[in-house]
């Protein structure tokens, strides 16, 4: 601009000592009019609409008359039409925005901004190689900045002159401004900007993974070390909080991997996650209406979990309860356990062969949305019902107990558990939920989800989202024990919360995957996590899975089964359960006789009928001390 100006300058000096040129706007030659002199060539013309210009600017009486500034944005647009491809066409369509832009500040016409606005781009735009495109757009970007408060189109144009015009005279002032945007706006900076030094001083953010159902939502935000965070939640002006915001401190996420991802029609809405300033991860979660919501980090790899509840789950909790004195509704039975559907959603097309392809953020939602508003199902004749075909129980004559519960078989894929005797504990527990499954499903008659049904590894905050976004009434996890010390043997039954037993934190470290040491970590905010999880639920039912077990096994030529007991611990893949759940060890791989009854199918078909029986307990005096409770 500086450059132009002094161009302009001299031009105007050269142009002023011409005879042939008059100052007088009157003689210029406006476009339209036949009466312009054959002889003026377009570089003439060009010269003759800017002297104007420069008058209007300098001549008060003159420009007072919106009139004469049109008159003067016709004598440019007339040598841009004569020859839109000559050397003048950029700087006219330049000239023009400066005109316009002069214009509204002296007549404040929003319609003068617009057109400005519109020229600066169309001189960027349609002539990138000339030298006036960078002043194009730092002017554009100022017009956004000043007149139309819109830092982010600013920001738009600004990164242009960074990206296309590097050598440019512009360079460093967009770059200045931007930083400026960038932390006044929380704009995120482009890569060429961010320091690489700093850069390699930063904790590296990767993709986010994450789940929702209509009234909850899972996120995990992986990162390359620990890294500290900060939460804001945007008040509404009326109604619940619908925008929840988490800053990741000193942390950097390339470019290639921010991503705005919508989510339609789930609990969810939107989901984004930036570089908000040099050293700072944004992610941006839009819910329904937030109820609560908790946030904390697992070990190993580093990791932090948000759970966001919605309002809406009161009214599905009071759908849940028992009406007593109201009819019970004349929903068919059937469709109380429809198939639940699972959508995933690839947010990225699959990668070209031999690309790297980058890890995508996968999206699970539920699609049985209203299914848990439905009313209790009637009580059917039980000579209606199909050959085969159970009763209702009474948990669900009443419309509460167990409608579905997920079956978690521990490890899997990379992570094999523990190995002893020629076994790993991934095959094991997958076999034994599978033989599970259909016991429990029919003698319960209810819907039961395995988190995997094959040898696949699954993150231990994968399997609690599966379990809280398929709204499970239970969740049990299945897992062998194994101890340094062959002789260790028998079954012990575990529910989440803070320990202080030594040999119940080394159980649960390694079925975390982690110290012990990291662990304790955790206790901090794990008693916040605690008030909202059911752990009285949680120890009712261990006790009476366990208390199954125990006496199922005992005196069945499985050797003298030992009572380990009901213990509590901090299991990650416990952590966040919105629903009864515990984790079993049901036997010491690491002891021959244990080892000896897994492969034993006899053992497993009586472990399995024992974990059916002690939750079919559990049940029936939950659905008695309710329907007892005034
Ligand atoms: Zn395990």
Redesign the pocket.
């Known amino acids: 601009m500086f450059r132009f100006c002094i161009f302009l300058f001299v031009l105007v000096g050269l142009i002023s000592s011409d005879p042939t040129v008059s100052a007088q706007p009157t003689g210029l030659p406006e476009a339209g009019q036949p009466s312009a002199p054959i002889s003026s060539s377009p570089g003439q013309l060009y010269e003759q609409a800017k002297f104007y210009f420069n008058e209007l600017q300098n001549n008060s009486t003159l420009a007072r008359s919106r009139e004469n500034w049109l008159k003067g944005t016709r004598n440019f647009r007339k040598v841009y039409l004569l020859t839109p491809k000559s050397g003048q066409a950029p700087a006219c369509l330049y000239m023009l925005g400066n005109m316009y832009r002069s214009m509204y500040e002296r007549f404040s016409l929003g319609i003068d901004l617009e057109e400005s606005l519109s020229y600066y781009k169309d001189a960027s735009r349609l002539f990138p190689e000339h030298t006036l495109a960078d002043d194009a757009l730092y002017l554009e970007a100022l017009l956004y900045l000043e007149f139309k408060k819109d830092p982010k189109n600013a920001t738009i144009a600004l990164e242009k002159i960074i990206a296309q015009y590097p050598q440019g005279d512009f360079h460093a002032k967009a770059a200045e401004k931007l930083k400026t945007l960038s932390r006044d706006y929380d704009i995120p900076l482009p890569r060429s900007l961010v320091d690489n030094s700093q850069i390699n001083q930063l904790v590296t953010i990767h993709p986010v993974k994450f789940w929702s159902s209509p009234e909850y939502t899972r996120i995990v935000v992986m990162a390359d070390s620990p890294v500290t965070y900060s939460e804001i939640v945007v008040k509404e002006p009326q109604g619940p909080p619908k925008k929840l915001y988490i800053d990741f401190n000193n942390s950097y996420i390339p470019p290639d991997q921010r991503r705005r991802i919508a989510v339609q029609q789930a609990f969810l809405k939107q989901m984004r996650i930036d570089q908000i300033r040099a050293d700072t991860v944004r992610v941006f979660l839009d819910v329904d209406e937030i109820d609560s919501y908790k946030i904390f980090s697992l070990p190993n790899p580093f990791r932090i979990i948000i759970d966001v509840h919605g309002a809406r789950q009161s009214a599905v909790t009071a759908a849940k309860k028992p009406t007593v004195g109201k009819p019970a509704g004349s929903t068919p039975a059937s469709s109380e356990s429809p198939q639940s559907e699972l959508t995933d959603i690839q947010q990225q097309p699959p990668a070209a062969e031999g690309e790297k392809q980058p890890a995508t953020a996968v999206v699970v939602i539920r699609q049985d949305q209203k299914k848990r508003l439905l009313p209790p199902p009637a009580m059917p004749k039980e000579d209606a019902l199909p050959k085969g075909q159970s009763k209702l129980s009474l948990a669900q004559q009443l419309g509460l107990g167990v409608r579905k519960i997920v079956l978690d078989p521990?490890?899997g894929g990379k992570d094999p558990?523990?190995i002893a005797n020629q076994m790993q504990?991934k095959d094991i527990v997958l076999k034994i939920a599978q033989i599970l499954k259909p016991k429990l499903a029919k003698q319960l008659n209810c819907e039961v989800i395995l988190t995997r049904n094959e040898d696949i590894f699954l993150p231990l905050e994968e399997r609690t989202a599966i379990a809280n976004t398929e709204e499970a009434d239970l969740f049990i996890s299945l897992?062998?024990n194994a101890h340094p010390s062959q002789e260790t043997r028998g079954l012990e039954t575990y529910f989440l919360n803070l320990s202080t037993n030594a040999e119940a934190m080394r159980v649960a470290a390694m079925?975390n995957a982690t110290s012990t040491h990291q662990m304790s970590d955790l206790e901090g905010i794990l008693s916040d996590i605690l008030k909202n999880s059911k752990i009285d639920e949680s120890s009712r039912l261990a006790k009476y899975v366990h208390k199954s077990m125990l006496t199922g096994l005992d005196g069945k030529n499985f050797g003298d089964v030992k009572n380990l007991g009901v213990k509590q611990a901090p299991f990650y893949v416990l952590i966040g359960a919105q629903m009864p759940s515990i984790l079993l060890e049901i036997a010491f791989i690491s002891n021959q006789i244990d080892a000896e009854n897994l492969k034993n199918q006899q053992f497993v078909e009586t472990v399995t009928d024992e974990i059916v029986k002690g939750i079919s307990l559990y049940v029936q005096t939950t659905t008695a001390s309710l329907s007892a409770s005034p």
């Open positions: 521990g490890h558990g523990a504990e897992h062998l079925e």
